[in-house]
């Protein structure tokens, strides 16, 4: 029995579209076996996505993307099979998330300096009860017709060197992987293509990530390209590291790829869940391989 792992999402406690349970659901419908949701820098999804799991038999993956920073740039590092009450984690986050508010503001400033009033309150509108970040910018400026998708708003308005972009201190690498780690979890580097390093700084990256007890990197995920997956797969392979994968999906729209069959790892990864009991043991509900029960009329 081949099994459908996804190790990367979001729900609207950070910035995705759908609630926990409608996410779970989701994943469900997408026939994913072993599901890992892994909101920014917040865990309170976790306790639902745990009981929806077991009501559509699905084996819950406790994780987080916490937000980092390292040599100035924003790095996101994924914890899988964390425990959340851990209080370094914990405290930690709620660190990471009181910043998210103050670097919010310094975006809404930014904005405001070119003319764009009210981003704050827009931004803030869609982020709701969860944690605030750039897409919620980006929605609340798309939705005000000054941009015509999330990535040309991220392009033009929301990146490094832009009016709304603000420089902000997160995590530091070691503080990441130590409260992951420390809590039982492990410690993934999330969508490696995506901080357009250069091969010097990925290489020194790799190295210090390892080096602090990092444990794998994500070789499949949405935002990487096909000659992606190779390339990861080989530093992956050279670094000694393990090779994670995920859809990152945030809902529709937002996504780069839809849940459910991800392309398979290259041939020389050894998946993060290689020795994972929540994956040797999965046991697959009878009725989620029988096909949908057709109605008499
Ligand atoms: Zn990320
Ligand atoms: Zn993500």
């Excluded at 009501?55 to 914890?79: A, F, N, P, Y």
């Excluded at 209080?87 to 919010?104: W, Y």
Aim: proline share 4%; with cysteine; glycine share 10%.
């Amino acid at each position: 029995m081949s099994i459908s792992i996804d190790l990367h999402a979001h729900s609207n406690i950070s910035d995705g579209l759908l609630t926990p349970a409608e996410l779970m659901e989701h994943a469900a419908m997408q026939r994913v076996d072993v599901f890992a949701l892994t909101d920014h820098d917040d865990t309170a999804g976790l306790q639902i996505a745990e009981s929806e799991a077991a009501r559509w038999g699905m084996q819950l993956i406790k994780g987080v993307e916490i937000s980092v920073t390292w040599k100035r740039r924003t790095l996101h590092i994924v914890g899988l099979k964390i425990d959340p009450e851990y209080p370094p984690l914990k405290e930690g986050l709620a660190k990471i998330r009181a910043g998210r508010h103050v670097r919010a503001a310094g975006m809404a400033a930014g904005l405001e300096k070119i003319g764009i009033s009210g981003s704050l309150e827009g931004a803030y509108a869609y982020a709701q009860e969860g944690i605030i970040s750039r897409t919620h910018f980006a929605r609340f400026l798309v939705e005000q017709g000054i941009a015509k998708d999330n990535k040309a708003v991220f392009k033009r308005y929301l990146v490094k060197g832009k009016p709304g972009y603000f420089e902000h201190e997160w995590a530091n690498l070691e503080e990441a992987i130590s409260w992951i780690t420390g809590s039982g979890g492990v410690a993934v580097l999330a969508h490696p293509g995506r901080y357009e390093l250069g091969r010097t700084n990925m290489l020194l990256l790799l190295e210090e990530f390892r080096a602090l007890g990092g444990t794998a990197i994500e070789v499949v995920t949405g935002s990487h390209t096909v000659d992606q997956y190779v390339e990861f797969a080989k530093y992956a392979h050279q670094f000694g590291l393990k090779a994670s994968q995920g859809s990152d999906y945030h809902g529709k729209g937002i996504s780069y790829m839809g849940m459910g069959r991800l392309p398979t790892l290259p041939g020389k990864c050894i998946p993060v869940w290689q020795d994972w009991d929540e994956v040797k043991h999965f046991v697959r509900k009878p009725e989620q391989d029988s096909p949908p029960v057709q109605l008499s009329l």
